[in-house]
């Protein structure tokens, strides 16, 4: 299948306040690939994540999602889910998809029951009484119900627990598989991750400090942690 660019930053500026949180930042990302973007606590990933969505204006720099700039348009072709993100409490889980199917124009009924099933999440529970792992597959289920073409999860295994983790990424690599989407995840949980990513984005203090292709690494002799080790030891 044929890749193309969904995700474009060349030179990317954020100032908050006269401190600078990005700097300079340029990357691509392709359809149909996984892409890590990882680094230390403070390096800009959410940031950088919440400028893609349209969330945020950059101070400098081109941003394109998806050949436009990001905003209402980009928005609705892209499933975000932000860092500690949190649904209404006072809902079950089947009134909450009920309320999504009908505010999202490219929700699946189909894709929703799917993965209802496939990330065992119980429709009758109250989302007030859910653990931190079941509302993070409740929040996935409402990412991968849309059909979208690109998906930013930022963190989305905090506090989560193993079984509900192994679901999660089993679910992102099979979503990815023989697909055209786009996933764009920033998370510490990099052993987790490894063997799914594509391709590393490596950020700190608001910069890049490299992009590399997995499998290049590997053919090297490298893993995605110890890269990250050397480049941020």
């Not at 199917?101 to 929700?107: E, F, L, N």
Request: one cysteine or more; a negative charge; hydrophobic letters at 40%.
């Amino acid at each position: 299948m044929e890749q193309t660019v969904t995700i474009q930053c060349t030179g990317v500026e954020m100032i908050f306040k006269k401190k600078q949180a990005l700097r300079n930042v340029t990357f691509s990302t392709n359809s149909g690939s996984i892409v890590g973007l990882l680094g230390p606590n403070g390096a800009g990933k959410s940031t950088l994540m919440r400028i893609l969505t349209g969330i945020l204006e950059p101070t400098g720099g081109f941003v394109e999602v998806l050949g436009r700039k990001p905003g209402v348009e980009t928005l609705a072709q892209l499933s975000f889910l932000p860092d500690r993100g949190q649904l209404p409490n006072w809902l079950t889980a089947d009134q909450w998809l009920g309320y999504a199917s009908g505010i999202y124009p490219d929700w699946d009924i189909a894709l929703e029951r799917e993965w209802v099933r496939k990330l065992e999440v119980d429709r009758t529970m109250g989302i007030g009484t859910m653990s931190r792992g079941q509302e993070a597959r409740l929040q996935l289920l409402t990412c991968l119900s849309r059909r979208t073409k690109i998906v930013i999860l930022d963190e989305p295994f905090t506090g989560v627990d193993l079984l509900s983790r192994e679901r999660i990424s089993s679910a992102i690599a099979e979503e990815t598989a023989g697909g055209d989407r786009t996933f764009l995840i920033a998370t510490h949980d990099i052993r987790e991750m490894e063997s799914m990513f594509d391709r590393i984005i490596l950020i700190g203090d608001g910069t890049i400090k490299g992009v590399y292709d997995t499998e290049e690494l590997r053919d090297e002799g490298h893993s995605v942690e110890s890269c990250y080790r050397e480049v941020f030891a």
